[in-house]
Nanobody
Framework: QVHLVESGGGLVQPGGSLRLSCAASGDFFKINIWGWYRQAPGKQRELVARITILSTNYTDSVKDRFTISRDNAKNEWYLQMNSLKPEDTAVYYC??????????????WGSGTQVTVSS
């Protein structure tokens, strides 16, 4: 079984910064896709950023403000969020498409971490 655990959420003022972390643990061979999604109240879950073998993608609303990165040795990935706006308030979920010999490539989700941007 594979588990994803997020950390780093919290309350921040507009214009501030937060760094989210996601750690993958369990029995797996490799991570194919590293990602972050978010869900605001009353809205659908949306992609924020992701890294694939071919590219790194961001949703338009966070380009030039958020940066996704990873540490392959630690099986961790991060979301650095700068110039935060109230509309960034949401529960943020880390996502991984992870390969194991037993189950093949499977999508995994963390339980979410709350990010609130408010003065």
């Amino acid at each position: 079984q594979v588990h994803l655990v997020e950390s780093g959420g919290g309350l921040v003022q507009p214009g501030g910064s937060l760094r989210l972390s996601c750690a993958a643990s369990g029995d797996f061979f490799k991570i194919n896709i590293w990602g972050w999604y978010r869900q605001a109240p009353g809205k659908q879950r949306e992609l924020v950023a992701r890294i694939t073998i071919l590219s790194t993608n961001y949703t338009d609303s966070v380009k030039d403000r958020f940066t996704i990165s990873r540490d392959n040795a630690k099986n961790e990935w991060y979301l650095q969020m700068n110039s935060l706006k109230p509309e960034d308030t949401a529960v943020y979920y880390c996502y991984g498409n992870i390969y194991s010999f037993r189950h093949g490539s499977v999508d995994y989700w963390g339980s979410g971490t709350q990010v609130t941007v408010s003065s």
